[in-house]
């Protein structure tokens, strides 16, 4: 019996060995040096070719070619101060129905994927968007993939969001205030 006993563990830990291997060599399979520097990347796991820098971003403009720029923080974010040429990403209509709902006068919240593709419909898909945020949010993030999502191809997040561009001093549209 002893023998028996043994033979059969032998064959499990063989077993087991060619699992663990088997499993191993799947996971090295699947390794990718891009997915590691986008989990090691603090924001929002984006790829570095998804990412703009503000003075990037500065250089752009100066080249004057086509692109968008999409200000996903809130609209009174926005109304307050926002970069010289930047769009709020959501509908006008967008914007009303949040308010509505905020007061309680009509029951169900916008929806915001609906009203994203509404306000981008008229773009075509390869035009270069630049998306930006508070420099502490994911909105940006949130909006690259939104926007690959729906289509578009060539859509990147600015780093450190419109605080990072307001403190180099770039172009920014402040509100006025009636006094």
Known sequence: MTQAMLRTDRRFILFSLVVLLTISLDALSIWDPAVEASEKNHFGGLLPEELISADQLKQKRLEKGPFIILDARSKKNYEEAHIEGAFLSMTPEYYHQEELFRQGIVKDAPAADTALEKNMELHSKKTAIITYCNSDCQ??????????????TDVRAMEDGFQSWEKKGYPVV???RSK
């Open 139 to 152: 909105a940006s993030a949130v909006l690259v993939y939104k926007l690959k999502r729906i289509g578009f």
């Open 174 to 176: 402040r509100q006025t």
